[in-house]
């Protein structure tokens, strides 16, 4: 699974870098420097322009302050049972929350270096709970589906990638034989720094706490409203909760389906696609869902705040979703998929980045990539359109979207993947 997921990501484009003002203070750090200054900018940080319930930045100061200092400070961070840590969404408003996967990434980063640099037990294995989370975001073959509670307009793949590298990279040093860490951050050099401070944990011969190392990924989080579901060649994720995120992702031969969802028009402006509805961290909060080992049933909100019922299932190495809506306005289901061509029929054959696309009655689209093929299957009539993308840093490095206009509110409307 680490050798997949640290491969994943070879042919994605770096997005253009944006620094938190801590990373600024941290880099300063991990080269060596310590000064008044950096100490005043810590304070500063503490007291000025930030937000301070994200948890982040909480775990970003507190390392601060141990590079700085040798002090450390306890972490007053909320985690959910089964790892996961909840992000504020943007209006600020403390019910509303998604667990962010790359926030959840550099927050165990944190607690790993700090668990392993102090020789804390229980930190450590707080940082591993959190690993143990992030691992439940990858697929059979240990590759990232990458459009879960991911923002679209927030999506950063080469920082994912880095992140999620050194992340198991490590949990991999843990558990198996000692090595170095040898992997490439140089695409962020945040991390790159970040992982020679774990180097240098490895080359001082630094011990691990004893710490119980088991990682259980969880398949199954009421209190996300979560599943995660593999058979074969084919694995799905699906969530209830979001904002501004979609229902699901599903990786199959190599072909993904990086989000799905509802989404409002227009089209071209992904701040109209998604779901609504955060998760308060308690199971109590989905127990109205059906949730089993291989299926997922209940409502959710789009973004204008309108039900959406929804059914998923996996049987076997197959895939079926059923919708329900009670929209008055135009609303559109999207999948948007990773592939190398999308076929319609026999005549309309469609390349990521092309200028054609395809808007007619709905039917089987067939996706290739690299001699293997997967299907969507509409089973309703109606219209649809096959989009080409661009792929990379955008929209989940989809190189297509598939959209179909809904209209009878209530009305069933069913896909397989298979």
């Known amino acids: ?116 640099s102090q020789g804390d037990e229980e930190l450590l294995q707080a940082g591993l709970k959190i690993a143990a989370f992030c691992l439940s975001l990858c697929d059979h073959e240990g590759k990232l589906f990458q459009g879960m509670w991911i923002k679209e307009k927030e999506y950063k793949p080469t920082e994912l990638s880095a992140v999620f590298t050194l992340l198991f990279s490590i949990i991999s040093y843990c558990k198996a034989a000692p090595h170095p860490l040898h992997e490439d951050y140089q695409a962020s050099p945040f991390i790159s720094l970040f992982a020679a401070q774990f180097q240098k944990l490895i080359d001082k011969e630094v011990s691990l706490p004893d710490a119980k190392l088991e990682l259980l990924s969880p398949n199954l989080d009421r209190s996300l409203g979560f599943l995660r579901y593999h058979h074969g060649e084919m694995s799905f994720a699906a969530t209830a909760s979001g904002f501004n995120t979609g229902l699901g992702s599903l990786h199959k031969k190599g072909i993904h389906i990086v989000s799905f969802g509802p989404h409002d028009a227009p089209l071209a402006d992904s701040d109209h696609y998604g779901i609504f509805r955060p998760s308060n961290g308690s199971a109590e909060g989905f127990k109205d869902l059906t949730l089993e080992s291989s299926k997922l049933k209940g409502w959710t909100q789009t973004l204008s705040r309108q039900w959406l019922f929804f059914e998923m299932k996996g049987e076997e190495e197959n895939f079926e979703l059923t919708i329900r809506h009670s929209h008055e306005k135009r609303l559109y289901f999207a999948f948007f998929i990773s592939a190398d061509g999308a076929h319609v029929g026999e005549e309309c054959h469609l390349a990521p980045k092309a200028l054609e696309r395809y808007r007619g009655k709905n039917g089987t689209v067939l996706f290739t990539r690299e001699g293997e093929e997967v299907t969507l299957v509409p089973h309703f009539e109606g219209e649809m359109e096959v989009i080409p993308l661009a792929g990379k840093a955008h929209f989940w490095s989809a190189e297509f979207l598939i959209a179909f206009p809904l209209g009878e509110k209530m009305k069933p409307y069913a896909w397989t993947v298979k």
Do not use: C
């Open 1 to 116: 699974m680490m050798t997949g997921l640290m491969t994943s990501f070879e042919h994605v484009q770096e997005e253009s870098g944006e620094t938190f003002f801590i990373q600024d203070i941290l880099i300063k750090l991990f080269q060596g420097e310590k000064s008044d200054e950096l100490s005043a900018q810590i304070k500063q940080a503490r007291t000025q322009g930030l937000w301070r319930t994200a948890s982040l930045q909480e775990a970003y100061l507190a390392l601060a302050n141990y590079l700085l200092k040798g002090e450390f400070e306890p972490l007053d961070i909320r985690q959910l049972e089964k790892g996961a840590i909840l992000q504020e969404t943007g209006s600020h408003a403390l019910e509303k929350q998604i667990p962010e996967p790359l926030e959840n990434g550099h927050i165990a980063l944190v607690y790993l270096y700090l668990g392993w």
